[in-house]
C-alpha cells in the first residue's frame, strides 16, 4: 500500500508542481538527482498549498531548497492569519521512514538562526526575502507553524520528538508562538484524494429550529449540536475543509478563545461564535420530523465546510478535554446545496466566505469617550489628526498618529516593564477591555494630548535610530534591536525627565533631541545584558517573557 500511495502523491506533484519548481541549480545534475530533487522540493509546496491555499505556481516560490538551506525547504508569510510557515521537507521513496535526529535539529538550528536574522546562513532564494521576513519578525501578534513534510512515517521517534518538544517549551513560555505539525505519507495522499470520489464525505444531521431558502439556490440552515459537530472531525479530519483555503490553524489565540468558551461557557457558544458554513453536493431531507421545524434529520452528500474550519477543530479539541461540557454547546450552521447552481459557484462562496471583515479587539476602542475626546484635543491643541478607526487614513508622521502608535508608546512610557512586554508580545490584549486595567492605565482622563504626542514622537525618534542601527550591527545584536525594540522604548522612557510632558509650555524639544543618544547606550547595553544572561536564548520568546524582560530592566538600570 506504501509503494501505491508514494506512486499517488508523485503524481500529483508532477501534475501540480511542473514547470513551476526552480531546478536551475541542478542542471548539470543526473535525471535521478533532479528527479528526487524536484519532488522534495515539490512536496515542500504542497505542504505549503495545505496551510494556505496558494495556487501551484505561487507555492512553488516559498521554495528555498538548495545548498547550504540550513534546513528550511520552504518559507511563506501568510499576511492574512500573521503565521509564519516553515516547512522541512523530505522525499522518501519507500514511504517508510521516518525524521531522522539529525535533519530534526537541523530544522531547528535552522529556525533559530531565522530569529536571529542570520540571513547569511541560508540560500539566496531565502535572502531574497530578508525584508519581508524581518517585517513580519517586528509584528507582536505573528506565530510560527514548523512542517515536517514528508512521504515517510509521521511517527518521531523519542529523541527526535524531544528536539521539537523543546523549543516548543520555550518558545511557548509566556503564550502560544509555535506549533510543530508532521505531515507523513497518510496525510499527504488523503490531501490530494481530496478531490476523489472515494474520498468524498457524507454526514447525516440534525438541525433545530430549522429553515430553508429555496430561490435562487437551496439552501437549509439550522442549529446542530456542538458534540454532533465534533464527531464529524472525529470520523472525517481534514477531509471536511476539501474545499476550504485553510485547513485547522491548530492552537492560535481565535481558537484558544473558542476552546475556552466551549469548556467553561458553553451555552454562550452561539452567541459568541458565527457558525459554520458548508458546501454540499446534494442536500437530502429526510421523513424523521417531516412535520415540524423544530428539527429535522438531513443527509448530505460532498461535504466541505468551507468557513468556520477553526470552529470545528476548536469544538474537536474542546470534546476531547470535556465532552461533557461540548455536549452543551449549540452551533449555527448553514448547508449550500450545489445542485443546480452554476459552476463556479463553489468558487465564489468559499471566497466570500473566507474575506470578509473581521471585528478587532481594537474595534471596540473607537466607542470609548476618552478617545472622542483625546481626537478633539489633539486637533485643537496641536493641530494633529488622531486616527482611531481601522480603515481612517493614516496621518502623515509630522501631522498625527494612529490608536496603535498612542497604545504602544504610553505602554512603553509607564513605570511597569510589563506592559511594554505586552505591547511585544500581545498589543491586541490591551484594547481587550476598554472599562479596565490595562487598557484604563493608558487612556484614562489624565491622560492629555500633549502626553500623547510626545510619547509618539519619542518612540519614533527610538524606532528611527534602532532602524539606523541596525544597519551596522552584527546578526545577533541585530535580533535584539529588533526584537528588543519596545524594551529600549520603555528604558529611553525611564531616562527621559518626563515630570512635565502634560506641560504645553515645557522645552519639550530639547528633551526630545537627547532621544538618538539615549537609545544608543540603552541599546548597548541591552545587548551586554542578553549576550551575559541569555547566550543561547530564542531573541524572539526573550523579550516576550515579562520575568525576563523585569530582570534586565533591572540591572540595566541599575548599572
Same mark, same amino acid.
Given at each position: 500500500?506504501?509503494?501505491?500511495?508514494?506512486?499517488?502523491?508523485?503524481?500529483?506533484?508532477?501534475?501540480?508542481?511542473?514547470?513551476?519548481?526552480?531546478?536551475?541549480?541542478?542542471?548539470?545534475?543526473?535525471?535521478?538527482?533532479?528527479?528526487?530533487?524536484?519532488?522534495?522540493?515539490?512536496?515542500?509546496? !504542497?505542504?505549503?498549498?495545505?496551510?494556505?491555499?496558494?495556487?501551484?505556481?505561487?507555492?512553488?516560490?516559498?521554495?528555498?531548497?538548495?545548498?547550504?538551506?540550513?534546513?528550511?525547504?520552504?518559507?511563506?508569510?501568510?499576511?492574512?492569519?500573521?503565521?509564519?510557515?516553515?516547512?522541512?521537507?523530505?522525499?522518501? =521513496?519507500?514511504?517508510?521512514?521516518?525524521?531522522?535526529?539529525?535533519?530534526?535539529?537541523?530544522?531547528?538550528?535552522?529556525?533559530?538562526?531565522?530569529?536571529?536574522?542570520?540571513?547569511?546562513?541560508? #540560500?539566496?532564494?531565502?535572502?531574497?526575502?530578508?525584508?519581508?521576513?524581518?517585517?513580519?519578525?517586528?509584528?507582536?501578534?505573528?506565530?510560527?507553524?514548523?512542517?515536517?513534510?514528508?512521504?515517510?512515517?509521521?511517527?518521531?521517534?523519542?529523541?527526535?520528538?524531544?528536539?521539537?518538544?523543546?523549543?516548543?517549551?520555550?518558545?511557548?513560555?509566556?503564550?502560544?508562538?509555535?506549533?510543530?505539525?508532521?505531515?507523513?505519507?497518510?496525510?499527504?495522499?488523503?490531501?490530494?484524494?481530496?478531490?476523489?470520489?472515494?474520498?468524498?464525505?457524507?454526514?447525516?444531521?440534525?438541525?433545530?429550529?430549522?429553515?430553508?431558502?429555496?430561490?435562487?439556490?437551496?439552501?437549509?440552515?439550522?442549529?446542530?449540536?456542538?458534540?454532533?459537530?465534533?464527531?464529524?472531525?472525529?470520523?472525517? =479530519?481534514?477531509?471536511?475543509?476539501?474545499?476550504?483555503?485553510?485547513?485547522?490553524?491548530?492552537?492560535?489565540?481565535?481558537?484558544?478563545?473558542?476552546?475556552? &468558551? !466551549?469548556?467553561?461557557?458553553?451555552?454562550?457558544?452561539?452567541?459568541?461564535?458565527?457558525?459554520?458554513?458548508?458546501?454540499?453536493?446534494?442536500?437530502?431531507?429526510?421523513?424523521?420530523?417531516?412535520?415540524?421545524? #423544530?428539527?429535522?434529520?438531513?443527509?448530505?452528500?460532498?461535504?466541505?465546510?468551507?468557513?468556520?474550519?477553526?470552529?470545528?477543530?476548536?469544538?474537536?479539541?474542546?470534546?476531547?478535554?470535556?465532552?461533557?461540557?461540548?455536549?452543551?454547546?449549540?452551533?449555527?450552521?448553514?448547508?449550500?446545496?450545489?445542485?443546480?447552481?452554476?459552476?463556479?459557484?463553489?468558487?465564489?462562496?468559499?471566497?466570500? #466566505?473566507?474575506?470578509?471583515?473581521?471585528?478587532?479587539?481594537?474595534?471596540?476602542?473607537?466607542?470609548?469617550?476618552?478617545?472622542?475626546?483625546?481626537?478633539?484635543?489633539?486637533?485643537?491643541?496641536?493641530?494633529?489628526?488622531?486616527?482611531?478607526?481601522?480603515?481612517?487614513?493614516?496621518?502623515?508622521?509630522?501631522?498625527?498618529? #494612529?490608536?496603535?502608535?498612542?497604545?504602544?508608546?504610553?505602554?512603553?512610557?509607564?513605570?511597569? @516593564?510589563?506592559?511594554?512586554?505586552?505591547?511585544?508580545?500581545?498589543?491586541?490584549?490591551?484594547?481587550?477591555?476598554?472599562?479596565?486595567?490595562?487598557?484604563?492605565? !493608558?487612556?484614562?482622563? =489624565?491622560?492629555? @494630548?500633549?502626553?500623547?504626542?510626545?510619547?509618539?514622537?519619542?518612540?519614533?525618534?527610538?524606532?528611527?535610530?534602532?532602524?539606523?542601527?541596525?544597519?551596522? !550591527?552584527?546578526?545577533?545584536?541585530?535580533?535584539?534591536?529588533?526584537?528588543?525594540?519596545?524594551?529600549?522604548?520603555?528604558?529611553?522612557?525611564?531616562?527621559?525627565?518626563?515630570?512635565?510632558?502634560?506641560?504645553?509650555?515645557?522645552?519639550?524639544?530639547?528633551?526630545?533631541?537627547?532621544?538618538?543618544?539615549?537609545?544608543?547606550?540603552?541599546?548597548?547595553?541591552?545587548?551586554?545584558?542578553?549576550?551575559?544572561?541569555?547566550? &543561547?536564548?530564542?531573541?524572539?520568546?526573550?523579550?516576550?517573557?515579562?520575568?525576563?524582560?523585569?530582570?534586565?530592566?533591572?540591572?540595566?538600570?541599575?548599572?
Amino acid at each position: 500500500m506504501n509503494n501505491l500511495w508514494v506512486r499517488h502523491v508523485r503524481e500529483a506533484i508532477r501534475t501540480g508542481f511542473s514547470g513551476f519548481i526552480d531546478l536551475s541549480d541542478y542542471a548539470a545534475s543526473s535525471d535521478s538527482l533532479r528527479e528526487k530533487a524536484f519532488l522534495s522540493r515539490g512536496l515542500a509546496a !504542497l505542504a505549503v498549498q495545505r496551510y494556505t491555499g496558494l495556487a501551484p505556481s505561487e507555492a512553488a516560490k516559498s521554495v528555498v531548497d538548495g545548498s547550504g538551506d540550513n534546513g528550511l525547504d520552504a518559507v511563506v508569510i501568510d499576511d492574512a492569519h500573521r503565521q509564519v510557515i516553515l516547512v522541512q521537507s523530505k522525499w522518501d =521513496g519507500t514511504g517508510n521512514r521516518g525524521l531522522g535526529l539529525g535533519d530534526a535539529r537541523n530544522f531547528v538550528a535552522g529556525f533559530k538562526d531565522l530569529l536571529d536574522l542570520k540571513f547569511t546562513r541560508f #540560500t539566496p532564494a531565502l535572502q531574497a526575502q530578508e525584508e519581508v521576513i524581518t517585517a513580519a519578525l517586528d509584528d507582536p501578534d505573528i506565530s510560527f507553524l514548523l512542517v515536517v513534510a514528508t512521504t515517510g512515517r509521521a511517527e518521531l521517534a523519542h529523541p527526535v520528538r524531544e528536539v521539537f518538544e523543546d523549543v516548543l517549551k520555550e518558545m511557548n513560555e509566556n503564550r502560544q508562538t509555535v506549533s510543530v505539525e508532521i505531515l507523513g505519507l497518510n496525510e499527504f495522499h488523503a490531501l490530494i484524494a481530496g478531490g476523489v470520489d472515494g474520498s468524498r464525505v457524507s454526514l447525516k444531521a440534525t438541525l433545530e429550529n430549522w429553515g430553508v431558502t429555496g430561490e435562487p439556490y437551496e439552501a437549509y440552515y439550522g442549529v446542530v449540536s456542538a458534540e454532533s459537530i465534533a464527531d464529524w472531525y472525529e470520523r472525517n =479530519g481534514d477531509r471536511l475543509f476539501s474545499q476550504n483555503i485553510r485547513k485547522s490553524l491548530g492552537r492560535t489565540s481565535v481558537n484558544d478563545s473558542l476552546i475556552d &468558551t !466551549l469548556l467553561h461557557e458553553p451555552e454562550n457558544f452561539w452567541y459568541f461564535n458565527n457558525g459554520v458554513t458548508a458546501l454540499c453536493e446534494s442536500v437530502k431531507k429526510t421523513a424523521r420530523g417531516a412535520t415540524s421545524r #423544530t428539527f429535522a434529520e438531513f443527509q448530505l452528500s460532498g461535504v466541505s465546510v468551507v468557513n468556520g474550519a477553526q470552529t470545528v477543530a476548536s469544538i474537536h479539541s474542546a470534546a476531547r478535554k470535556d465532552p461533557d461540557s461540548v455536549g452543551r454547546a449549540k452551533v449555527w450552521v448553514r448547508f449550500i446545496s450545489l445542485e443546480g447552481c452554476p459552476s463556479d459557484f463553489d468558487a465564489a462562496v468559499t471566497r466570500a #466566505t473566507n474575506t470578509q471583515n473581521t471585528v478587532e479587539s481594537r474595534d471596540f476602542v473607537a466607542l470609548d469617550p476618552e478617545q472622542s475626546r483625546l481626537r478633539t484635543e489633539l486637533v485643537l491643541s496641536l493641530k494633529k489628526t488622531y486616527s482611531i478607526k481601522r480603515g481612517e487614513p493614516t496621518p502623515e508622521l509630522a501631522n498625527g498618529c #494612529t490608536v496603535v502608535d498612542a497604545t504602544i508608546s504610553l505602554a512603553c512610557a509607564n513605570r511597569d @516593564p510589563n506592559l511594554a512586554v505586552v505591547a511585544k508580545s500581545r498589543l491586541g490584549s490591551l484594547w481587550e477591555s476598554t472599562e479596565k486595567a490595562p487598557y484604563r492605565l !493608558l487612556f484614562n482622563p =489624565g491622560v492629555g @494630548p500633549y502626553r500623547l504626542w510626545r510619547c509618539v514622537e519619542v518612540m519614533r525618534a527610538v524606532d528611527s535610530r534602532l532602524q539606523e542601527r541596525r544597519r551596522a !550591527l552584527g546578526e545577533r545584536p541585530k535580533a535584539i534591536a529588533l526584537q528588543g525594540n519596545r524594551l529600549v522604548l520603555h528604558l529611553v522612557f525611564r531616562a527621559l525627565d518626563i515630570s512635565r510632558i502634560d506641560d504645553a509650555d515645557f522645552q519639550w524639544d530639547e528633551e526630545l533631541a537627547k532621544v538618538p543618544e539615549v537609545a544608543d547606550s540603552v541599546l548597548d547595553a541591552l545587548i551586554k545584558c542578553v549576550d551575559k544572561n541569555y547566550p &543561547t536564548s530564542y531573541v524572539t520568546s526573550l523579550f516576550k517573557n515579562a520575568a525576563k524582560c523585569r530582570l534586565m530592566v533591572d540591572e540595566i538600570r541599575g548599572a
